[in-house]
């Protein structure tokens, strides 16, 4: 239980030294989202959530040697957990962005509203 209340420590210190960053993104994908609004449907879901799990899939054989290690040297059940949680939460995010775009370029997403 360390661990993971260690790791959500670090996660909020860098969150807190980037809080500009993280705002821009934020007003950026919400201007996004206001620009694709009568768009967003499951047609425009697809992609994304394809992209997204293309990210978080390369992401986790591309993590380990960003961070100078390797998965050899993965042996503690938290390192794995780390790993799928970098991975999969930089998917997800990955496809929250992709979604307005691919909505915005979908010439057949227009809802009937």
Do not use: H, K
Request: glycine letters at 6%.
């Amino acid at each position: 239980m360390y661990e993971i209340w260690l790791v959500l420590n670090i996660v909020y210190e860098i969150a807190l030294g980037i809080w500009p960053v993280l705002l821009l993104a934020l007003l950026v994908w919400i201007a996004l989202l206001v620009a694709a609004r009568g768009r967003l449907g499951l047609r425009a879901l697809r992609p994304a959530l394809l992209l997204g799990a293309i990210v978080a899939a390369v992401l986790v054989a591309a993590v380990p040697p960003l961070t100078q290690s390797s998965l050899s040297n993965m042996d503690y059940w938290v390192d794995w957990a780390n790993l799928l949680a970098i991975a999969l939460g930089l998917g997800v995010l990955a496809a929250l962005f992709v979604w307005p775009l691919a909505a915005l370029a979908c010439p057949r997403c227009r809802s009937a509203v």
